[in-house]
């Protein structure tokens, strides 16, 4: 009996590191490449390195120019950019609202 338990005990293990650590990560890869397959010119975005900026250019490749003031321009890869800042006129009503602060 001993023996029959302790492949089963693999594979429930595997299946735990499966579920825990691989399938999360690799939702996470497929977020960015979406993020990065629907960035245009004029989205506002944080890199990384926690530099907020407007698009300005995406260039052939890995790169895009970011202006990060006015005609102030970088040029930064692709992979540095960890999210895109939503316009205010797609934030929910909800959320602009002063944080469920009641006037009693």
């Known amino acids: 009996m001993g023996s029959l338990l302790l492949p089963l005990y ?5 299946a735990l590191i ?3 650590g691989i399938r999360p990560q ?3 890869r497929r977020e960015m490449q979406q993020l990065l397959g629907q960035l245009s010119v004029g989205d506002d975005i944080v890199t990384a390195g926690g530099v907020y900026g407007t698009v300005t250019e995406i260039e052939d490749g890995e790169t895009i120019l970011l ?4 005609d102030v321009d970088i040029r930064i ?12 006129s797609e ?11 009641s006037s009693t």
């Open 10 to 14: 693999i594979l429930i293990f595997l």
């Open 18 to 20: 499966w579920f825990i």
């Open 26 to 28: 690799q939702k996470r």
């Open 67 to 70: 202006e990060i003031a006015e």
């Open 77 to 88: 890869a692709k992979a540095s950019i960890s999210k895109r800042i939503p316009a205010e």
């Open 91 to 101: 934030i929910p009503a909800e959320a602009t609202s002063a944080g469920g602060a």
